[in-house]
């Protein structure tokens, strides 16, 4: 059976995100991230296009290892300023019916018991169409913002998630019964208390003892996004993912990440199937090749390439400014992200990167490739891709907003939906039944989220 292609979009709220510079194009609106027309109007023609979701991305802290300083990136609006992602969801929820939202929120700073209450209004407001990309972040200027002198150890990062995540388990599954809400007018009776449980929980980092406040919303669990492959982050995707997001410039190197996490989600009992992996791949469009390849020249011009390398620095913990433009990356490890460093170094053994390669490659579109045509040599670029990586879904970014998103909805997906590669239309329901399809609202077994609902802890008792 042919795999359908599903579409994120993937944007943060700042300035060009992906792309630095680009927010000097004439016809980008980046700079206007901080007022709601611009987010309404990406919101609707995403839905025009059926895009299964936005992918919100967010950095707690500043850019700062780039010349060991914040400058570059206040410069070059490196992804500073950037402003709180969760408050444009509801505003962009009530101009769409169908798109999903998978917002980015670092677990490392936020205490589980308001951040889960948070989730469950957005899961109600949005209809359940929230998803959370779990993130605990790769900055020690965000650490040093929430008082510590530098961020946890990174695989002490994912040990503090993992206990993190059963908190808000108990909170979003095990608090509230199905029909603790009733409701009942006549009685003027809306919460029946005996169908509301306390939360206990007492772990090396984190201690509990409430109820959830909020209801039960139509998920309870938002859909589950995580965005690490280095092997611990393999390890908590494979263990608590639903969805998976991963960067790399080439099939060699997304390929095998997507290999390993679904070998070890068989490992832990999961169906491999049921985590759904998303790769960034960035699409310029033109009716004719000529047109495409203009378009990426003109963007080109307009690369930041400090601005890219102060992203690089960030996310990879090297300071580039100190790096000469024609030296060859060589890898290091340290506390900041891994999958960074890898995609440069030796994930791709057959390929070598300068400083200056780097620059130009992640000044439109981060890490990903970057594919250049008429849509009909796009969709067989994507259609290649999914074959030689088995992913099931493409994070897209964008070089200029509004126009590639735009594109994509009017040039592409007419493309791969002639080709019985894109749905025809929007499932109904919730944005878990939207990927993995009706009465699937709620997440099931195996998850580990399931054995914290009260059902199931009575009779693990008996």
Known sequence: MTKEIRLNAFAMNCVAHQSPG????????????????????LARALERGRFDGLFL?????????????????LKYATQTPANEPLLLISAMAAVTKHLGFGVTSNLSFEPPYTFARRMSTLDHLTEGRIGWNVVTGYLDSAARGAGKDKQTAHDDRYDIADEYMEVVYKLWEGSWEDDAAIRDRARGIFTDPSKVHRVTHESKNYKLNAIHLAEPSPQRTPVLYQAGTSPRGRQFAAQHAECVFMSGPSAKVIGPRVAAIRE???????????????????VILGETEAEAKAKYEDYRSHISPEGALTLMSGWTGVDFSRLALDQEVRHVTNDAGRSAMDNITRADPDRVWTVREVAQHVGIGGIGPVIVGTPAKVADEIEAWFEATDVDGLNTPFAVSPGDFEDISEMLVPELTRRGRYKKDYAEGTLREKLFGAGRARLSAPHPAVQHRPQMRARAAE
């Open 22 to 41: 680009l927010w000097t194009h004439p016809r980008d609106r980046t700079a206007e991230y901080n007022r709601l027309p611009y987010w309404l109007d």
């Open 264 to 282: 070890q989600a068989a490992r832990l009992g999961r169906d491999p199937r049921e985590i759904l992996m998303f790769s960034m791949f960035t």
């Open 57 to 73: 991305a967010d950095v707690l802290g500043v850019y700062d290892v780039y010349g060991n300083s914040p400058d570059a990136a």
